[in-house]
């Protein structure tokens, strides 16, 4: 009988990636894979570990997976990805559920493993946690057919003091460009229109395959790939953001303007801490140069409250970095206590209440902001890529380059017969929240 294999992701859009991997080599051995959990002979779970919240979750996807054993058709439930990585010992000690463990290294032994939890044994393979895959890997693609994420890049350097990703992930590694460009063809070759670039941390790209900051050479090498029309960058690290960086986000039609920077906080005395490179000023001359040379860029960021020792100063402080930079979308994380992390064990910790109400804070200034960085779309003519049709509106919905799937707003369009996952030329006539509406330029 042939194995019905699910494989459920958890976690950001690399874990993503990692799972369609799986899936290409899962489907080349053979194996059927099917969306419904309750067919499923064996079960993958790519968890996350980065916050507890990730990790809870992870744990309760797990168990929830684990019941249906009894319920269904499961015989063998294989856990991945980051928690795997980082919590091995804890995860096989307390949980007797999970019949084989993949760390986030070894993602290409897969069927290996499968193969080994279905023969009763409990197979468990967590070396090295860097995974560095290439072109010839098989990748079944679970985004909407004419979009996709590209890793260009494992790991991490920077050694952040609040973050775990470089015990789960381990050093930086660059992939090839000859294999990134050679994926993204292969990509474009089954109608993939837009390509987001992501990594850990973008911008350091190349440094340790070539000795130099090579994301500007690989953003115009990728964007050359014939049928690709939006080259979108993610988690761009600020302190590598160079002006040849800037200039061919300014200069490349097909490089969208759009730039994904976690800048984490704004005071000095934080950042130092977090072990962050650079200073306020730096970021503010920085956003200023940018914006000086893409006009008409969107910048998104990340920023975490109720760091050890953010006073009330530290976050009113914050707070109006927010209102004086105006940034297009933001994110806020509530600081959370990392094992084995030097942020974990320093003094004057926040309470979580108080972590909680800076969040909340934080984000009703920027829906403020937002809205009337959105309202400055009004009356332009911009490309939207259209993503699906709303038949009781009769509106098309989709995107622009200004706004990365899943996180960032929508666009609304009327007046007009459109193609699914393709661009159509819109005259924004409205603002909202977070989301566009405009018709289509006959």
Known sequence: MTEKVKVVTLGCEKNMVDSEIMAGLIHGRGFQLVDNKEDATVIIV???????AAKEESVNTILDMAELKETANLKALIVSGCLT??????????????DGIVGTGDFDKINDIVDEALRGKRPILVGNPVFNYDADLPRLVTTPRYTAYVKIAEGCDNACTFCSIPIMRGSFKSRSMESIVAEVANLASQGVKEISLIAQDSTNYGTDLYDSFMLPTLLNKVSEVEGIEWVRLHYAYPGFFSDELIEVMA??????????MPLQHSEDSILKRMRRPGRQKDTRELVRKIRESIPDVALRTSLIVGFPGETEEDFENLKQ????VQFDRLGVFAYSKEDDTPAARLPNQVPDEVKEYRAN???????EISNIRGGRRIGQEIDVLIERYDGRSD?????????????DGEVFVSNGKLTIGELAKVRITHSYEFDLSGEVIA
């Open 251 to 260: 200069t490349n039609p097909k490089v969208c303007k759009y730039i994904d």
């Open 85 to 98: 990585q980082r919590y091995k010992k804890q995860l096989l000690d307390e949980m007797p559920e999970i």
């Open 46 to 52: 790519n968890t996350c570990g980065f916050i507890d």
């Open 361 to 367: 804070a934080i984000m009703e200034i920027q829906r």
């Open 321 to 324: 970095f927010v209102r004086d």
């Open 395 to 407: 509106v098309y919905i989709g995107r622009s380059q200004f706004d990365a799937p899943e996180i």
